[in-house]
């Protein structure tokens, strides 16, 4: 079992970001990958502001933040991954584009041994494993938002996973990353979207239907079941988009009505309101 000391990351986004933050910080070299040069700077610029917060909340040093940006290289060029020894999907939660996206990775990551690994939050491993020549090589390793905050990743296995592939994200994850691992099976939603997104959706479901309005939903969780944050509140901060498309996944692969997006949460979608990332969903977050 080799170390792991570079990391690719594909896609600067949200999850991207963070990930990259988490690796920088435990001192691994992470190559910073999108589809341009300026997302890829933007996202960078994104772990920049992450890092001078934590200096703020002297959670870190100015040498750590200082440390970690050193060892972030950015690009939009895929070859620039073909020595890392791990590289992490973390690009848009669409079956399609992930499975192009390891086909490209399979013949750009010259180490065989290397790992391929997806941060899909419901898309079964196995079908992104068959867009490669190892199989056994390929894994989940699904992070949660914000990554940095998160103690949480899940490790999926699919099929033909090998054992020495998934010890080697497990250990990477408790003992370099610091996280705690769970194993979930290869089926859509793993172990928490499963039970996570059916909530989310049935909050939705009583926004959509006139049961209570999103305010009062959200206080009914937080100040009568002692959640750190109602549901609509934390879809919002998921993103209405992933959220859609987690229970897109789980209906297809399950056929329960209750995993379907709900008529509300396809129209906020189709509007461009995906809860923070936009400025609207259930609660505005633009400036006053």
Known sequence: MTSIKHVGVVGAGQMGRGI?????????????????????????????????????????????????????????????????????????????????????????????????????????????????RRPEAVVGLHFFNPVPAMPLVEVIPSLQTSKATEQRVRTFATEILGKKAVV?????????????????????????????????????????????????????LIGLDTVAAIGEALYEEYREPLYAPPPLLRRMVESGLLGRKSGQGFFSYRAA
Do not use: W
């Open 184 to 236: 979930a099976e290869d089926r859509a939603g793993f172990v928490v979207n499963s039970l996570l997104v059916p909530y989310l959706l049935a909050a939705v479901r009583m926004v959509g239907s006139g049961t209570a309005t999103a305010e009062d939903i959200d206080t009914g969780m937080t100040a009568g079941c002692a959640h750190p944050m109602g549901p609509l509140r934390l879809a919002d």
């Open 20 to 132: 990259t933050e988490v690796c920088a910080r435990a001192g691994l070299h992470v190559t910073l990958c999108d589809v341009t040069e300026d997302r890829a700077r933007a996202g960078l610029a994104g772990v920049a502001d992450s890092l001078l917060k934590a200096e703020k909340r002297e959670t870190i040093t100015s040498e750590d933040r200082a440390h970690a940006l050193a060892g972030v290289s950015v690009t939009a060029d895929l070859s620039r991954l073909s020595g890392a020894d791990l590289v992490i999907e973390a690009a848009v939660e669409d079956e399609q584009a992930k499975t192009a996206l390891f086909r490209q990775l399979d013949e750009v990551v010259a180490d065989p041994a290397a790992v391929l690994a997806s941060n899909t939050s419901s898309i079964p491993i196995a079908r992104l494993a068959a867009a490669t």
